[in-house]
């Protein structure tokens, strides 16, 4: 019911910076607005981790091994999601992903089909 896209990886050397776009598209009668939106990343042998998170009126939520370094917002008006990668470390390496989350009556998870990003030299 919603389409996500991300876009906005790459390569870059440590210390740099990226920023990630997500754009989401809904079916008729859902809003964005609804929708608890986050970044997750995964790299092989570990499990998909939450980067950061945001409801749709703001408080931004990160993980400690970002915080500091990553901006998570977003444009309701627009549809759409960012995520300010800064101070990239190797560690950061990993395919992240777009996710959509809304509870209610169901629960309703929703994924992009990722963007890899890759720190080294």
């Known amino acids: 019911q919603v389409q996500l896209v991300e876009s906005g990886g790459g390569l870059v050397q440590p210390g740099g910076s990226l920023r990630l776009s997500c754009a989401a598209s809904?079916?008729?009668?859902?809003?964005?607005?609804?929708?608890?939106m986050g970044w997750y990343r995964q790299t092989p042998g570990k499990q998909r981790e939450l980067v950061a998170s945001?409801?749709?009126?703001?408080?931004?939520d990160y993980a400690g091994s970002v915080k500091g370094r990553f901006t998570i917002s977003r444009d309701n008006t627009k549809n759409a999601l960012y995520l300010q990668m800064n101070a990239l470390k190797p560690e950061d390496t990993a395919v992240y992903y777009c996710?959509?989350?809304?509870?209610?009556?169901?629960?309703?998870?929703?994924w992009g089909q990722g963007t890899q990003v890759t720190v080294s030299s």
């Open positions: 996710n959509a989350r809304r509870v209610s009556f169901r629960v309703e998870d929703y």
């Open positions: 809904a079916a008729s009668g859902s809003s964005f607005r609804t929708y608890t």
């Open positions: 945001i409801v749709s009126g703001g408080s931004p």
